[in-house]
């Protein structure tokens, strides 16, 4: 009798499965959710599912807060956000983010564009970063109007454009902002303000209490490597060590604020955030950045709890960034 156990090839626990037929088990992602283009009932935000790209394969969730007769015209801050994940996990289409978008889109009062970017090991990085950058210039190329997206043509303001992540999302954004400085968004659309929370970056030295024994074995580190194989200078490429061997300068980010976020109890990677926040105000960059910390939560608390008092704190922090 033959066995149909399958032969495990890589595994990251508990998050991520890999057989050697190339199966993928990803056991703590959360479920699908629709989108609801008749207002959600709690927060009464629409939302609905468009394609950006067909091959590769780009789509995003578009978000849209509750408009009154005297809001119907408004022009809205543009938030286009990347989740978090670890590049290998979750989904712009997934519960909690859905959940997450409708929260910050009906209490900040922005339209938001959730980009589901593909994901490792299938698509392994640069992939992510690739569709991030196509799903912003396509948001850019919209304010063209030329009856494209009505949500964005008629209530997006494209003089107020945000990117914003969490985890793998926060670095997304750092890198889709370093890309915006030397390469110029369609119809001359810049990014106004980057917001970082809890952002995903790395280094092969340990940095502050990062524990120096069995640096190369940690999470952040292992992560990096198995959805970046092929990155040149491992977890002190660039694109995870801002400040490793040949990293491009930080002063032309291209971005005018930034506001990076923390938590006291992330383990994982809070003195990155703020290592982070160090080096851009240190970088000769002319804009203005700031640092907020939650003291007694943990990573991506806000994601998970988001009737916490503190994730409401980081949402009035958000609102108060946004329309400074």
């Known amino acids: 009798m033959t066995s149909t156990t399958k032969e495990v090839d890589i595994e990251i626990l508990p998050y991520i499965r890999v057989y050697k037929d190339g199966s993928v088990e990803r056991p703590e992602d959360a479920p699908f959710s629709p989108p609801t283009p008749d207002q959600d009932p709690e927060t009464g935000v629409s939302s609905k599912d468009i394609t950006i790209s067909e091959n590769p394969s780009v789509s995003a969730r578009l978000y849209l807060p509750k408009l009154t007769d005297h809001t119907q015209n408004q022009k809205l801050p543009i938030l286009v956000y990347f989740h978090g994940g670890g590049f290998s996990l979750e989904s712009a289409f997934s519960s909690l983010y859905h959940r997450y978008l409708n929260s910050i889109v009906s209490q900040v009062h922005v339209l938001a564009i959730s980009v589901e970017y593909r994901i490792a090991p299938e698509h392994p990085l640069p992939a992510a970063y690739e569709d991030s950058w196509a799903a912003l210039q396509w948001v850019a190329s919209q304010s063209a109007g030329n009856d494209k997206e009505p949500w ?52 092969s030295k340990a940095y502050g209490s990062e524990s120096k024994e069995g640096h190369e074995k940690s999470l952040p580190y292992v992560v990096w490597d198995f959805v970046y194989p092929s990155a040149t200078g491992g977890v002190d490429n660039p694109m995870l060590n801002p400040e490793g061997p040949g990293a491009p ?41 700031e640092l907020f910390e939650v003291e007694e939560e943990g990573h991506q608390f806000h994601i998970f709890n988001i009737e916490s008092e503190n994730a409401k704190a980081m949402v009035k922090r958000l609102a108060s960034f946004i329309f400074m």
Request: proline share 2%.
């Open 152 to 203: 964005l043509i008629n209530n997006g303001d494209f003089d107020r454009i945000f990117i914003g992540g969490d985890s793998a999302g926060g670095n997304i954004v750092h890198n889709m902002a370093m890309k915006a400085g030397v390469e110029s968004l369609p119809c001359g659309v810049k990014i106004l303000g980057a917001y970082l929370v809890h952002p995903y970056f790395f280094s």
């Open 249 to 289: 300068s930080l002063t032309g980010i291209g971005c005018d604020r930034m506001l990076v976020c923390v938590a006291g109890k992330d383990e994982l990677i809070k003195e990155r955030g703020v290592w982070y926040f160090e080096i851009m105000r240190k970088s000769g960059w002319k804009g203005e950045i």
